[in-house]
């Protein structure tokens, strides 16, 4: 039969466990509450100045420091581009991705991780962007997915099925 101090021993362990586990959850949803509310900061500030630069040909300096932000910026400049249904509109987005998020996607380009690899992939052919084709050209594919990318970047027709 077991002894009550071992029992008792269990549920104290149990209990410190649960503790410990309601500290982290707490920490990560500080920290997602933290970057949400930056995401919303970020984004409303460079939404009106973006809106600007396409619309009215204004010069924007649009300074991106983290990953977090270059997401965002790549996120809104895609919006844009699946509401606004213009030639013109969808050239001028090109144009402004090639203009800022070169330089950033150029690093993601050159990442040892896949996901960072795939994604910036995936915003050069989804913006449309060419100042990038060098590095792209020199990439080796690394998955079936990677090659898709690298091959609609250059313009070849993924194949359907």
């Known amino acids: 039969m077991l002894e009550t101090s071992?029992?008792?021993?269990?549920?104290?362990?149990?209990?410190?466990?649960?503790?410990l586990l309601c500290f982290y959850l707490f920490i990560a949803n500080f920290r997602m509450q933290k970057v949400t509310n930056r995401k919303e900061?970020?984004?409303?500030?460079?939404?009106?100045?973006?809106?600007?630069?396409?619309f009215d040909d204004e010069d924007i300096d649009l300074q991106i420091n983290s990953n977090y932000e270059l997401r965002w910026t790549i996120e809104t400049l895609l919006s844009f581009q699946n509401t606004y249904g213009d030639a013109e509109i969808r050239n001028r987005i090109s144009?402004?991705?090639?203009?800022?998020?070169?330089q950033p996607?150029?690093?993601?380009?050159s990442s040892p991780w896949k996901a960072k690899r795939q994604y910036a992939l995936l915003a050069v052919v989804q913006?449309?962007?060419?100042t990038l084709d060098d590095e792209v050209a020199?990439?080796?594919p690394r998955s079936?997915?990677?090659?898709?990318?690298?091959?609609?970047?250059?313009?070849?027709?993924?194949?359907?099925?």
């Open 127 to 130: 913006l449309d962007m060419t």
């Open 95 to 102: 144009w402004l991705a090639n203009d800022k998020l070169t």
């Open 6 to 19: 071992v029992i008792f021993q269990g549920a104290t362990f149990l209990l410190i466990l649960l503790v």
């Open 144 to 161: 079936p997915f990677e090659k898709s990318l690298i091959d609609s970047a250059h313009g070849k027709e993924l194949p359907h099925g």
């Open 41 to 54: 900061a970020f984004v409303t500030a460079t939404r009106e100045r973006l809106i600007r630069a396409l």
């Open 105 to 109: 996607l150029r690093k993601q380009l």
């Open 138 to 140: 020199g990439l080796k």
